[in-house]
């Protein structure tokens, strides 16, 4: 499920169809790749590297797209420069856009403003983050295939709105004022925030299944009609570009698209067509890119589009077995295809997603204290009247060593004094993090050890602690002579710093050895919630009732039991 990408960052600072302006790249009047020579006059640009405080100039007439597939993704560019230009007059620049530039990738606008002129076009195929001034000229076109976020640019300044701006994803706004003859159309989401100056333009919010959020009050169209109210209002122009981005189509989309029975590798989708009956297309992916079919174009399974394969293309069939790809999250998309005039008249709906989620668990932490010199950098071991924790080989539950109280200077036996006439608390301590960003998708975790102590029940004994907050009764770890599992639950602490503490207390007389040993340590995250409840009690000397509450997901749940004191972990995959 987890998935490293590695992505190409440009540093660029541009300058599209602008006379009088300093680039040190200049393009040709022609239709090109930005990494092809042909595309320049003169040197070409670095296809990576940073550039600061040069510029890329793009002249009328030439359409130039950043599409190195690098590492699949497309690649990413950061307009973070400033250049000085003579339009209208002396101004600061990290863009300014006449002509048409197309980037397979990301684009966030960080140095200073970003200008897209009358006639000048500039399409993302990933996301747009803007932390400086976006403007759009009227008669300027930017089209955001991924998310856009305009973000506070403070100092009296705005986001300038009086073009087209089309998102196919989420928006999410703040700063900006919307011009007259400006259009803001969006495909998702909308949020926006108080810092909206101006609406004078149309905002269009095209799915009525959509979320509008925000502080403040402008004009959304955002009822059942928001398709027929653009469709009603705007002209063909925009109707056009709006429908080949992806986000209209007169062909209907198959509605009710879910899927079932999810095994490691297969998955059946189900689907109800469009009142036209039309045939559907199906792609599966394991990333979520953009997916676009080409109008025109004839389609079969095992093809690619946009890097997702296509996985079924056929008749109303209500459910339908795909291959997927094991272990990871899988992007599911389906259109309705409309072959009216047989094979090159192909039109197709506008997407409907579906996201599989593959399951997972992983090991956050692990500790088997086999290397002694580490784990005594890692633990906080304590030590009071003359007794201290010890990594050593005196007790261990699997390998050569386990951790364990002692107070024998060279840790030759777990043993403690059992009649000091003092009491002794001493801590074996560590802070785990489980605030990673990796974590983010568990709904529960579980701290797993095991243990064995004899001590004092009820008098000597051994807890576990986060921080200053008891995990067990405060002197639970006692009277156990041979190694044991215990588990505990703490979903609670996704998120946090866990400060988890190993407690060792005993009082100033009687007692038995050993004290307090702790072996094969184990923090597990998952992707699935836990149980809500779960009880026991005995019926008779070979019978025991048993009792839970399904998870908050009504997932199914397996019970498994030993005689031994440990059960272990179920293996994710495995029924």
């Known amino acids: 499920m987890k998935r490293t990408f590695i992505y190409l960052s440009l540093m660029l600072c541009f300058v599209l169809g602008v006379s009088n302006s300093y680039a040190q790249y200049t393009s040709n009047a022609v239709t090109g790749g930005y990494h092809e020579l042909s595309s320049w006059s003169g040197s070409r640009p670095p296809l990576s590297g940073t550039l600061t405080g040069n510029a890329i100039s793009i002249v009328s007439g030439a359409k130039?797209?950043?599409?190195?597939?690098?590492?699949?993704?497309?690649?990413?560019?950061?307009?973070?420069?400033?250049?000085?230009?003579?339009?209208?007059?002396?101004?600061?620049?990290?863009?300014?856009?006449?002509?048409?530039?197309?980037?397979?990738?990301?684009?966030?606008?960080?140095?200073?403003?970003?200008?897209?002129?009358?006639?000048?076009?500039?399409?993302?195929?990933?996301?747009?983050?803007?932390?400086?001034?976006?403007?759009?000229?009227?008669?300027g076109t930017l089209i955001v295939h991924g998310n856009l976020t305009l973000l506070d640019v403070g100092n009296w300044r705005f986001h300038d709105i009086e073009g087209n701006v089309i998102v196919g994803g989420n928006?999410?706004?703040?700063?900006t004022d919307l011009g007259a003859s400006g259009n803001f159309i969006v495909g998702g989401n909308l949020h926006y925030d108080d810092n909206i100056n101006r609406v004078r333009g149309d905002i269009y919010v095209l799915n009525p299944k959509a979320t509008v959020t925000g502080d403040g009050y402008f004009d959304v169209k955002n009822d059942t009609s928001d398709a027929k109210a653009f469709d009603a209002n705007e002209g063909k122009d925009l109707k056009k570009i709006v429908e080949e981005a992806g986000l209209t189509s007169s062909v209907d989309?198959?509605?009710?698209?879910?899927?079932?029975?999810?095994?490691?590798?297969?998955?059946?989708?189900?689907?109800?067509?469009?009142?036209?009956?039309?045939?559907?297309?199906?792609?599966?992916?394991?990333?979520?890119?953009l997916v676009k079919p080409v109008k025109g174009t004839t389609y079969a399974p095992g093809n690619t589009i946009d890097g997702a394969t296509v996985a079924y293309i056929g008749s109303v069939s209500p459910q339908i077995a795909v291959t997927i790809a094991a272990g990871q999250d899988n992007y599911i998309k389906i259109w309705s295809v409309h072959t009216g005039a047989g094979s090159g008249s192909e039109e197709y709906s506008v997407a409907t997603a579906l996201t599989v989620d593959m399951l997972t668990s992983s090991t956050i932490f692990h500790?088997?204290?086999?290397?002694?010199?580490?784990?005594?950098?890692?633990?906080?071991?304590?030590?009071?009247?003359?007794?201290?924790?010890?990594?050593?080989?005196?007790?261990?539950?699997?390998?050569?060593?386990?951790?364990?109280?002692?107070?024998?200077?060279?840790?030759?036996?777990?043993?403690?004094?059992?009649?000091?006439?003092?009491?002794?608390?001493?801590?074996?301590?560590?802070?785990?993090?489980?605030?990673?960003?990796?974590?983010?998708?568990?709904?529960?975790?579980?701290?797993?050890?095991?243990?064995?102590?004899?001590?004092?029940?009820?008098y000597d004994g051994g807890s576990v602690r986060e921080d200053n907050a008891f995990l067990t009764g405060r002197k639970e770890l006692a009277g156990q002579n041979t190694w044991k599992e215990k588990v505990i639950d703490i979903t609670d602490y996704?998120?946090?710093?866990?400060?988890?503490?190993?407690?060792?207390?005993?009082?100033e007389n009687a007692g038995q050895d050993v004290p307090l040993c702790i072996d094969e340590i184990w923090i597990t995250g998952s992707d699935v919630a836990k149980p809500q409840a779960f009880s026991a009690s005995a019926y008779s000397v070979s019978q025991v009732d048993l009792n839970w509450t399904k998870s908050t997901d009504n997932d199914e749940v397996i019970v498994a039991y030993s005689p031994f004191g440990s059960v272990g972990r179920p293996k994710s995959g495995v029924a």
Request: hydrophobic share 35%.
């Open 64 to 139: 130039i797209t950043r599409s190195d597939q690098l590492d699949g993704n497309g690649d990413d560019i950061v307009a973070g420069g400033r250049t000085r230009f003579n339009y209208p007059y002396w101004e600061y620049y990290s863009g300014l856009v006449g002509g048409s530039f197309i980037i397979k990738g990301n684009l966030d606008i960080t140095g200073d403003k970003f200008r897209i002129l009358n006639g000048g076009v500039v399409e993302v195929f990933g996301n747009l983050t803007a932390t400086d001034e976006l403007v759009v000229d009227a008669g």
């Open 367 to 458: 500790e088997d204290f086999e290397n002694v010199s580490q784990a005594n950098a890692d633990w906080t071991r304590g030590s009071r009247g003359g007794m201290n924790w010890y990594v050593g080989s005196a007790e261990r539950y699997m390998g050569n060593n386990a951790a364990y109280v002692t107070n024998k200077a060279d840790g030759s036996a777990a043993a403690y004094n059992h009649d000091s006439g003092q009491i002794t608390r001493i801590h074996l301590e560590q802070d785990i993090d489980l605030s990673d960003p990796k974590y983010a998708s568990y709904k529960s975790a579980e701290l797993r050890f095991y243990w064995k102590s004899v001590a004092e029940p009820n």
């Open 253 to 289: 989309a198959p509605t009710n698209f879910t899927y079932s029975n999810l095994t490691t590798n297969t998955v059946d989708l189900s689907w109800t067509a469009n009142a036209a009956g039309d045939n559907v297309i199906i792609t599966v992916s394991t990333t979520n890119n």
């Open 494 to 507: 996704l998120g946090t710093t866990f400060d988890l503490r190993f407690r060792w207390l005993n009082d």
């Open 171 to 175: 928006a999410s706004v703040d700063d």
